[in-house]
């Protein structure tokens, strides 16, 4: 059987960690894409001699030509500037459009039959772009922030609780913006509500909550506070592993339901605009949307942001690129 073909578009920090992870998990083979002279084939070179070490048995190559991107099964864009601190990821929009518009460009010339997803930010935007370029049915092209997002307000829960990151359950929906909506009534551990956890912990259901608006606002602004730490560039270990997890579904044909950015056709209120929610990821892409019922105060909180991902929309109507 022939292995999958895995071609990764920008090859800077989450390009290459993407390479490296889905080498040591074989997950196909890996073509690593960049605009940069020489880059690409340096880092996968690197990369492919660590191949009797590591005992991976896929091929990793480099190119600056999209004609190698040909066949593949999923295609990952990373293309575009990063955040410096200071900036909002909404802030990227004007530059890493132009850069969209060229990648899928690519993808859709090349790669026709491919699912993509894509990272690059303004996420929400950048995946709306990506597909009107391409063309692809909507199911084919997905956006990775919700991931993400959870993992992080994942990761919170079980510190602050003191247990394995395996057993707590938590996920955002919405856009990857400061109005992502971390969803509180669904986090648990092995099922039991984080809620009642932080108020045993803390003897006060006061108490419990200032905790969980603590995290929830860290998991809100958590890509910014890695920005400010690093200086140069964003998060990339995170956002690798969190499309690496989405690919494996795909490739696996595993149909976890991971959160993910989906063109929605009404659920959860939202028409026609991309947004976080649970979908079931296999070999289609996206096979399902999950809807459940939000209560008043979560509703509130996805129309907020269903409507900051729409004046990200409105601006790339008003740039001339959609
Ligand atoms: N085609 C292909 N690659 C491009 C293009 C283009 N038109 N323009 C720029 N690139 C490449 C750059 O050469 C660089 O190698 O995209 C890569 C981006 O890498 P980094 O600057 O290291 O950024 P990274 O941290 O990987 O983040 C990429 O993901 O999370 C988002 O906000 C982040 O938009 C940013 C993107």
New binding site residues.
């Given amino acids: 059987m022939a292995r999958a073909k895995i071609s990764l578009?920008?090859?800077?920090?989450?390009?290459?960690v993407l390479a490296q992870l889905a080498c040591l998990r074989e997950l196909g083979d890996v073509v690593l894409?960049?605009?940069?002279e020489d880059?690409p084939q340096g880092k996968t070179l690197d990369l492919a001699e660590a191949s009797p070490i590591d005992g991976f048995d896929v091929s990793c190559t480099g190119t600056n030509s999209y004609t190698d991107i040909a066949d593949s099964d999923v295609v990952i864009v990373?293309?575009?500037?990063?955040?410096k601190p200071g900036m909002s990821?909404d802030d990227?929009i004007e530059v890493?459009s132009k850069?969209m518009t060229?990648?899928a460009e690519?993808i859709r010339d090349n790669a026709p039959n491919a699912i993509v997803i894509v990272?690059?930010?303004p996420?929400d935007a950048?995946v709306t772009l990506c597909r009107k370029v391409t063309g692809f049915p909507a199911e084919r092209v997905i956006g990775q922030a919700g991931v993400l997002d959870s993992a992080r307000f994942a990761a919170f829960i079980a510190w602050e609780l003191e247990v394995s990151v395996k057993d707590v359950t938590a996920m955002t929906l919405g856009g990857h913006g400061d109005t992502m909506v971390p969803l509180i009534r669904y986090a648990s551990v092995q099922g039991i509500p984080v809620m009642e956890m932080l108020e045993q912990k803390y003897g006060s259901a006061a108490k419990a909550e200032e905790v969980m608006t603590a995290m929830v606002e860290r998991t809100k602004a958590a890509g910014g506070e890695v920005v400010k730490l690093l200086k140069t560039?964003?998060?990339?270990y995170s956002?690798a592993s969190a499309a690496i997890a989405m690919t494996e579904s795909i490739l696996k044909d595993q149909k976890r339901v991971l959160p993910v950015c989906a063109l929605l056709n009404g659920e959860f209120g939202v028409d026609g605009f991309y947004v976080g929610v649970p979908c079931v990821l296999g070999a289609a892409g996206i096979e399902k949307i999950i809807e459940f019922k939000l209560d008043a105060t979560e509703q509130a909180l996805m129309d907020n942001s269903a409507n900051a991902v729409k004046g990200l929309i409105a601006d790339l109507e008003k740039m001339g690129v959609l």
């Fill in positions: 578009i920008g090859g800077g920090q989450i390009g290459g894409f960049d605009i940069v880059m990373t293309a575009g500037l990063p955040r990821r990227l890493n850069i060229a990648v690519g990272i690059s930010n996420l950048m560039g964003s998060a990339f956002p």
